[in-house]
């Protein structure tokens, strides 16, 4: 290594001197305190298991359906505490992992996913202002950035196709002067922003809101407690927890890459961990330095992409890029701390931001996301209806967690809805197959993903075949 190159790697290096290996939102002295672990025996009419958004949202919503409905929720940890407040805080009106995808696998029905995904985010709107959450909600929209020609081409191009089908509202094609208005980086060449579609917000507090509102709503939440087996009991379904059992007449389960208690689907998900840094807070000459005045969420348009934001007190989280599958598909705490990854994703925040050599990070921290083959989630029940589920978010679930909340409700009450009738949430995906296979799969797909990425966008013939079968990405 040449002398200038390793004096540079020795300051990014450097940067993450003081990076507390933590999440950065969770890492907040008016985190809310948990609730009590269940002992003994409950009833109800409704159990939702899991306390990040998914489980959460379906509480909420279903009091505010029947607000003489008994819900109790039961968190085998703390509310938020997994991937609901480790992600980018980026809240998506997507349903299918954005637009590309969904014209890939639904195009008869993605002008009704789009507009069922657009409601949906005004509807998490609503609430945010309805209950008070304090969150930072900014409905600022997104940025998807070129930082190579072969990709500035495909935007243009993008944009050009969205129009034709009559999906470009709200979306804007920025050359590189227009993009480097918004957000001063030489690394960018070109931009398409959503300016309607996105909403950024501080996802732990999102989570603890949300919390609060289930209990101002009457719903019992029991922290600490992990639902270990779930059977039929007489007209409904029973859960054991360490020190109790819940019966209820339906139950709802939305427990993430967390086993799920019907052992049926979990071959349909798989943990793929992701990390994040989060900065030091800019000071006023460093947010001048680049911009960024409209605060718009970012993400870059190479396979292996990195998404960036700036949080309420001007911190940039930057996070992505490495995508971790461990083998087996374990989930363990021991992969949310990666240092060889968080010295890769700093060299790539300087190499973005030069002017903002020598900040320093202050967080780094990862965590597991539910990945299934399609990138979207999927949906289905058990127990002859008694039982729903939602899965396999793939890391926008801070927006589509609530319509996969309206959807397990609405399967549970056997109700055809708008909802209910796409094939989205008919059909499931391919599941993953055993290991090693799924290993192998997974890490010949990342290594094909990276090379594209080194080579004009181009998709050798492992790519090609995924896309043929329906699975992977298609960008």
């Keep these: 290594m040449a002398p200038s190159a390793m004096s540079r790697s020795n300051n990014w290096t450097k940067s993450l001197s003081e990076a507390r290996p933590v999440p950065y939102w969770l890492d907040d002295p008016g985190k809310p305190h948990p609730e009590p672990a269940l002992t003994g025996a409950e009833t109800c009419d409704l159990l939702v298991v899991g306390g990040g958004y998914s489980g959460l949202w379906t509480a909420l919503i279903a009091k505010e359906r029947d607000s003489q409905r008994d819900v109790v929720l039961l968190e085998g940890?703390?509310?938020?505490?997994?991937?609901?407040?480790?992600?980018?805080?980026?809240?998506?009106?997507?349903?299918?992992?954005?637009?590309?995808?969904?014209?890939?696998?639904w195009p008869d029905e993605i002008h009704q996913l789009e507009e069922l995904g657009a409601r949906n985010l005004d509807e998490i709107e609503s609430a945010v202002a309805r209950y008070s959450l304090d969150c930072e909600f900014e409905r600022t929209g997104e940025i998807d950035v070129a930082t190579e020609p072969h990709q500035a081409e495909e935007l243009h191009d993008w944009h050009a196709e969205l129009e034709s089908k009559?999906?470009?509202?709200?979306?804007?094609?920025?050359?590189?002067?227009?993009?480097?208005?918004?957000?001063?980086?030489?690394?960018f060449l070109a931009g398409l922003y959503d300016s309607r579609g996105v909403a950024m917000l501080n996802p732990a507090k999102l989570a603890w809101g949300l919390k609060r509102a289930c209990l101002q709503l009457g719903v019992r939440i029991y922290e600490h407690t992990p639902a270990l087996a779930?059977?039929?009991?007489?007209?409904?379904?029973?859960?054991?927890?360490?020190?109790?059992?819940?019966?209820?007449?339906?139950?709802?389960?939305?427990?993430?890459?967390?086993?799920?208690?019907?052992?049926?689907?979990?071959?349909?998900?798989?943990?793929?961990?992701?990390?994040?840094?989060?900065?030091e807070p800019l000071s006023a000459d460093q947010l001048a330095?680049?911009?960024?005045?409209?605060?718009?969420?970012?993400g870059d348009s190479a396979n292996q992409f990195h998404y960036f934001r700036l949080s309420a007190d001007n911190r940039i989280l930057w996070g992505g890029y490495d995508a971790i599958?461990?083998?087996?598909?374990?989930?363990?705490?021991?992969?949310?701390?990666?240092?060889?990854?968080?010295?890769?994703?700093?060299?790539?925040?300087?190499?973005?931001?030069?002017?903002?050599?020598?900040?320093?990070?202050?967080?780094?921290?990862?965590g597991a996301i539910d990945t299934c083959s399609r990138f979207s989630a999927f949906f289905g029940t058990a127990h002859q209806g008694k039982v729903a589920y939602a899965a396999g978010f793939t890391g926008l679930g801070v927006g589509a967690t609530r319509f996969g909340a309206d959807v397990m409700l609405d399967l549970l009450a056997g109700e055809r809805t708008e909802r209910t009738e796409l094939e989205m949430v008919r059909r499931k995906p391919l599941p993953f197959p055993p290991e090693p296979f799924a290993w192998t799969g997974i890490a010949l797909t990342k290594w094909s993903l990276a090379r594209a990425d080194d080579h004009g966008g181009r998709r050798n013939l492992w790519l090609k075949t995924m896309d043929k079968l329906g699975l992977g990405f298609d960008s």
């Design 325 to 366: 599958y461990p083998y087996g598909g374990r989930v363990r705490a021991e992969y949310d701390d990666r240092p060889e990854t968080y010295a890769k994703l700093a060299e790539h925040f300087f190499t973005c931001f030069p002017q903002l050599e020598g900040l320093g990070f202050s967080h780094a921290w990862g």
């Design 230 to 279: 779930l059977k039929p009991y007489g007209a409904g379904m029973a859960v054991r927890t360490p020190y109790g059992s819940v019966r209820a007449r339906r139950v709802a389960l939305g427990t993430n890459i967390f086993p799920n208690l019907i052992k049926r689907v979990r071959s349909y998900t798989v943990p793929v961990y992701d990390y994040a840094l989060m900065t």
């Design 289 to 298: 330095s680049i911009g960024w005045k409209n605060r718009q969420g970012l």
């Design 77 to 105: 940890r703390e509310a938020g505490w997994a991937a609901s407040g480790r992600n980018g805080g980026f809240c998506a009106a997507s349903l299918t992992h954005g637009l590309s995808n969904g014209l890939t696998r």
């Design 166 to 187: 009559g999906l470009a509202d709200g979306t804007e094609f920025l050359d590189a002067e227009a993009v480097r208005e918004q957000v001063a980086s030489p690394t």
